[in-house]
DNA sequence: GTCTATAAAAAGATAGAC
DNA sequence: GTCTATCTTTTTATAGAC
């Protein structure tokens, strides 16, 4: 593999691992085995390596995210989605990035992560159209607000569960989404709809 | 105001804005006044004011948390919780620590924040035990699960808005939370048990 | 308790030969 | 494109006078 490649790669795993400030450029020599004139001659600043890795986690990521746009029964899409097994412990390679001063304050740094969860919205909020269509979730539910809600019980599972060093509060959580959303699936307005029919 | 307490106030907010790792003793000296003879007086590590700093930050947000504890209507309770105004770009104060991996890897540095999610959980778990007790939420919605879930909800809001800049995702997630909630609370559960006397 | 001076180490790059 | 050497600034303290 070329070194440039190399550097990306690395520095992708420690973004993840530890975030851009606490990140040091002997970390990536150190790990890449690339040499310093190499790394600044591919990267002009550790600012401009950050990015590549960053698009890079962020292309990585959003093919997970894709699956919610398959076919077949919305709200299984959902529930699998939900429960697909994770590394808790990790945290989000993306979602990490906002708690990094100088990755929020740079809006260059920031737009990355900021797509990808715009574009996971899009995804999101098409397949619970989906299924309230289906009639598989009540219909006086607004999509576009119960898609953060579901964004949020993820991204804040990885912090319950990193502050506890266990992964069960990440697994509780979106269990505990999934049962709302059962829940929420008996639908009492579309029982009012067919009654008014 | 006398010198060590201003140390550990100012670390405060340095650690809520900057977190740990991107919190320089400049920064500290700079921002509080104190010298950095008073500082090694006081402190002798970074490590040591972060503890004191971290502890002082808990402690400031358990009295919130305990109005899940008040009286009166237990969804009422949950739904102000969720609502309550905040500033969403700012994030946690607490949970925000997680991210920072000197914090996540040091067992005394995140003791304080794990001590904190846990006595949240009881706060949660109780309230909703609460609202299933008055007939106000299904009966086969698992509490412990369910807190995990609606702290989730709040911690990730705060990522999403600080992705978009912009508290509206934030909003967005605690309110969808509680449309589910609502939705949940026409209990199909308990009608079954009700035709069953 | 506070102040100023000093300093070892790391962060974040630059220079220039090959 | 890679390598080694050099360099400035910042971090994270320590020392010792007042």
Same mark, same amino acid.
């Given at each position: 593999?070329?070194?440039?490649? $190399? +550097?990306?790669?690395?520095?992708?795993?420690?973004?993840?691992?530890?975030?851009?400030?606490? %990140?040091?450029?002997?970390?990536?020599?150190?790990?890449?085995?690339?040499?310093?004139?190499?790394?600044?001659?591919?990267?002009?600043?550790?600012?401009? #390596?950050?990015?590549?890795?960053?698009?890079?986690?962020? /292309?990585? #990521? +959003?093919?997970?995210?894709?699956?919610?746009?398959?076919?077949?029964?919305?709200?299984?899409?959902?529930?699998?989605? #939900? %429960?697909?097994?994770?590394?808790?412990?990790?945290?989000? !390679?993306?979602?990490?990035?906002?708690?990094?001063?100088?990755?929020?304050?740079?809006?260059?740094?920031?737009?990355?992560?900021?797509?990808?969860?715009?574009?996971?919205?899009?995804?999101?909020?098409?397949?619970?159209?989906?299924?309230? /269509?289906?009639?598989?979730?009540?219909?006086?539910?607004?999509?576009?607000?119960?898609?953060?809600? +579901?964004?949020?019980?993820?991204?804040?599972?990885?912090?319950?569960?990193?502050?506890?060093?266990?992964?069960?509060?990440?697994?509780?959580?979106?269990?505990?989404?999934?049962? $709302? $959303?059962?829940?929420?699936? %008996?639908?009492?307005?579309?029982? !009012?709809?067919?009654?008014?029919?």
């Amino acid at each position: 593999m070329d070194s440039r490649e $190399l +550097l990306v790669e690395t520095m992708s795993d420690l973004l993840w691992e530890r975030g851009y400030a606490d %990140t040091s450029p002997r970390d990536i020599r150190e790990r890449s085995g690339v040499g310093q004139g190499s790394m600044y001659h591919h990267f002009p600043s550790k600012r401009d #390596l950050a990015l590549a890795a960053l698009e890079r986690n962020v /292309a990585a #990521l +959003l093919p997970a995210v894709s699956d919610l746009d398959g076919r077949g029964d919305p709200l299984a899409r959902i529930e699998a989605y #939900l %429960t697909r097994p994770r590394d808790a412990l990790k945290g989000c !390679k993306v979602g990490r990035m906002t708690q990094d001063p100088q990755v929020r304050e740079d809006p260059v740094l920031l737009a990355p992560v900021a797509r990808a969860f715009a574009q996971a919205h899009v995804s999101w909020v098409r397949v619970l159209r989906e299924a309230i /269509a289906a009639g598989k979730l009540r219909d006086d539910l607004a999509p576009e607000r119960l898609a953060h809600t +579901l964004m949020a019980v993820l991204q804040g599972g990885y912090v319950l569960a990193i502050a506890q060093q266990d992964s069960a509060p990440f697994e509780d959580a979106c269990a505990g989404a999934v049962d $709302l $959303l059962r829940a929420a699936a %008996t639908s009492t307005s579309n029982l !009012k709809n067919d009654r008014r029919k």
